[in-house]
T-cell receptor
């Protein structure tokens, strides 16, 4: 299957700092990538849809100025958590859709963010 | 009401048992359906797609009932390695944009 990587896999940062998470499709081009957040014992919640070359579409309740998404190429999307707070500590997972009309998504391994 | 609802679980069954999970979705614009498996602290992995005609992959059988907006997953002859959280996933076409909604997951634990 298609491979999606994420970096870093784990990051600990201090409150008030910014953290950038990268999501790459390794063996395919992804015009659309998705960013999810998962709190302990909860399901994945879609944060935003990242489209190559255009602005991301954010889900209701997700602050676009806090979670900056850049999808500058067909293989890379980045999520920057700005001015992180402890409540932003979570498991962030990206996924990429294969092909324009594909419904399946392939997930990155996730990034565990801890804000102290 | 949640767009995708699943049995809360957890299910704790002996090895070799048959276990069934249910899932309902509320949005009639739902187009395609999947079951994903997620191991603890790992990303979700696609288990199988779900079709109206029903589909089977080894010990796993998935069914979709569009009229009732209901999806099921049956696992036969369960193995210890089947222990995981199973996520019901629905792809919704909403205002010409497609997005995927995850159920909250059902935790399955297989005991020896």
């Amino acid at each position: 299957g298609a491979v999606v990587s994420q970096h870093p896999s784990r990051v600990i940062c201090k409150s008030g700092t910014s953290v950038k998470i990268e999501c790459r499709s390794l063996d395919f081009q992804a015009t659309t990538m998705f960013w999810y957040r998962q709190f302990p014992k909860q399901s994945l919640m879609l944060m935003a849809t990242s489209n190559e070359g255009s602005k991301a579409t954010y889900e209701q309740g997700v602050e676009k100025d806090k979670f900056l998404i850049n999808h500058a190429s067909l293989t890379l999307s980045t999520l920057t958590v700005t001015s992180a707070h402890p409540e932003d500590s979570s498991f962030y997972i990206c996924s990429a859709r294969v092909g324009e009309g594909g419904h399946e998504q392939y997930f990155g391994p996730g990034t565990r963010l801890t804000v102290t | 009401r949640k767009e995708v609802e699943q049995d809360p679980g957890p299910f704790n069954v002996p090895e070799g048992a048959t276990v069934a999970f249910n899932c309902t979705y509320s949005n009639s614009a739902s187009q395609s359906f999947f079951w994903y498996r997620q191991d603890c602290r790992k990303e979700p992995k696609l288990l199988m797609s779900v079709y109206s005609s029903g589909n089977e992959d080894g010990r796993f059988t998935a069914q979709l009932n569009r009229a009732s907006q209901y999806i099921s997953l049956l696992i036969r002859d369960s193995k210890l390695s089947d222990s995981a959280t199973y996520l019901c996933v629905v792809n919704i076409l909403d205002s010409s944009a497609s997005k995927i909604i995850f159920g909250s997951g059902t935790r399955l634990s297989i005991r020896p």
